[in-house]
Each structure stands twice: as C-alpha cells, then as structure tokens.
C-alpha cells in the first residue's frame, strides 16, 4: 500500500516496488529534486528502509550505459551504489540510498576550505581508481567505446556556441567571424583528442560525490567514456558549484599526482600536462556555460544562470594562456558574456 502522501507515479511501478522490497506494510514514495537531466528520482520509504527509484524511459538492461558502468566500476572497487533491482520495460532501477549530502554541501558549510579536505581527498581516490584500475581491466564496458575525440570536443564547443553565445546573449556574429571561430574550435579539439586517454566519469564534480557514514560514493556516471585525465580534474577543481582557491586546487592536484600512476606513463612531462590542463580548461568550462545556458533555453529554467559569470570568467582565465586562440577572447568580450547579468536575463 502506497502512503496517501506520496507524489504519484504509475500503478504498474508501484506494484514493482512493492513486490522488489517486499513490504507487507505501507510505503511512501516522494520524488526527489533530481539532477539536471530528465531522468526522475525518488526515494522509497518502508519503516526505516530508504532505497532511490531512477525512472526514465524504457532500456535494454544489457546495454543500458548506467547498468554497463556501474559494474564496470564496482569490479574496480570505486564507490558506486548497489543495484537492488532493474525492470527495464518500466524504465525503473532500485537502488541504494546514499543520502543527501553531496560534496558540495560538506564543501559549503565550512568556512574554512580546508576542513573538506579529507572528503576531496577521497573523491579523488575514487577517480583515481577510475582512470588507472577501470581503464585497465579487460571486461566489456560501453565505457570503452565511446570517447571524447576531436568531434566530440567540438560537437561540446558549439552546443555553448548556440545556446550561450547565439542564444541567451543573442550575439551576432558575422559569417567570417563564426568561421575563423569553427577554426579555432577545431584546432585546439584537435590538441585535447590527440592526449592519452583512460575512462572518464564525465562529470566529475561536487554535485555527483556523495557522503554517506563519512564515505565517499560517486554517482551520474552513465556517461563516462574514454578521454584525457585532465577533463575529470578540470571538473573537480575548477568545479562550478564551488569555488575552491587556486592554492587549495594546487594542492588537490599534488595529491593526485602523488597516488595516481600518471607520473609513470610513458613520455610523461609535467610542464605539458599543465598545458593540457588549461586548455581543457577552456573547452569544459565553456561547455559548462553552455549546458547551464541551455537550461535557460531550452527549459526556462533560471537556477543555473547564477554559476555562468565565475564559469565564463574561468574560461577567459584559461585563454590567457594561448595567444593563437585569442580570437575566442574577442568573442567573449564583444558578446558581453564576461559582464553579462545573466540573473536579470
């Protein structure tokens, strides 16, 4: 029986939680704020059990991307949720309940940044675990056949292109502008492609690491695909959600250097790495900007447009150390997007 109280979801889904978690006595069900995607979450009350419903549309559980790459991950031991059952003519998934606290919550109740220390010190195990241990075991993942090359990189660019630059700021660009700014796009794509690649989360940062009972738990990686380290460390430490001090990120970044293996990786040179590092600054800062610029958009949705000008100015940042593409930096100059009062939008 499901509590009067619950926000509704369909009679069939509600006969499958009852029979997955066995339950003789009342149940709730209240959908949960959920993630800027359009899958939908809920959480499954029975006395003091918790579990998480995912609903979405209908999948084929053996190819299903979260299903691949939860497994993946678990067989090398990153923290990831357990899945108590999967109905994929539904489009559901039970699985456990990590709680409400995210990294970025931990983050933001210090005042001191440093207290959080020890909690990014783990989220950073765990994606070491994922760039050294899951890029190298030898089971079948749709991790590993999908990855961030040159078209990838650029298909990103000029998703923030439309929805930020053509978009929200209605810039008008001429066609040699926008062609000379598709060379661009193309070239320093080409850079990022050409780096090493291991399994990436995708979507590494402060909002997708949860702590629960002091444990670091990593979730929304469906996505994860093959590409250069550097994209899950630009998300981490150059995180929109929060702001972590460029001596605080430095030292993050140290203590991945020093338990991570990229150090010993063939022709590995440090002063090129931070090169890369800047340079996939700019291309996942900026698609950041477009994502949340494309809430705006696409869904009339306001929440996001308060992280654009710390992003955009992190993108601007990272460009100052690449005079050839100086041309992105006189588009965001020209298109006011560095000024921009994106909240009175």
Not at 42 to 65: A, H, V
Not at 136 to 153: G, P, Q
Request: with cysteine; aromatic share 12%.
């Amino acid at each position: 029986m499901v509590s009067e109280l619950s926000n509704p979801i369909s009679i069939p889904i509600q006969n499958w939680v009852q029979q997955t978690i066995q339950s003789a006595e009342e149940f709730s069900i209240y959908q949960l704020a959920g993630d800027a995607s359009a899958r939908k979450y809920y959480r499954i009350i029975s006395g003091e059990k918790t579990w998480i419903l995912m609903f979405w549309e209908p999948f084929q559980e053996e190819t299903y991307p979260f299903l691949s790459v939860q497994r993946h991950f678990k067989l090398a031991h990153v923290n990831v949720p357990t899945i108590v059952a999967v109905n994929g003519d539904l489009g559901v998934l039970l699985q456990e309940d990590l709680g409400d606290l995210t990294l970025e919550r931990k983050f933001l109740e210090n005042t001191n940044q440093l207290l959080s220390k020890a909690f990014y010190h783990q989220a950073i195990d765990e994606i070491i675990k994922i760039h050294d241990v899951a890029t190298t075991l030898k089971n079948k993942t749709c991790a590993t056949e999908i990855m961030f090359d040159t078209a990838k990189f650029i298909w990103e660019m000029n998703y923030a292109k439309e929805h930020l630059l053509l978009g929200i700021l209605n810039y008008k660009m001429t066609t040699k502008r926008a062609a000379e700014l598709d060379r661009v796009f193309a070239d320093f794509c080409e850079r990022l492609h050409q780096e090493p690649k291991v399994i990436c989360h995708r979507d590494y940062h402060s909002r997708n690491i949860m702590l629960k009972l002091d444990k670091v738990f990593v979730i929304d990686f469906q996505d994860a695909r093959l590409g250069p380290v550097q994209y899950d460390l630009v998300s981490l430490f150059k995180d929109s959600y929060v702001d972590l001090s460029d001596e605080y990120a430095h030292s993050l970044m140290n203590y991945y250097f020093e338990n991570s293996s990229i150090k010993k990786t063939k022709d590995f040179s440090l002063e090129k790495f931070q090169v890369m590092y800047e340079l996939q600054s700019v291309q996942r800062c900026f698609k950041a900007c477009g994502s949340f610029a494309s809430f705006m958009n696409v869904r009339k949705d306001r929440r996001y447009l308060k992280y654009l000008p710390h992003t955009i100015k992190r993108v601007a940042r990272s460009l100052s150390h690449f005079p050839e593409y100086k041309l992105l930096m006189d588009v965001l100059i020209d298109s006011d997007a560095l000024n921009k009062n994106y909240e009175s939008l």
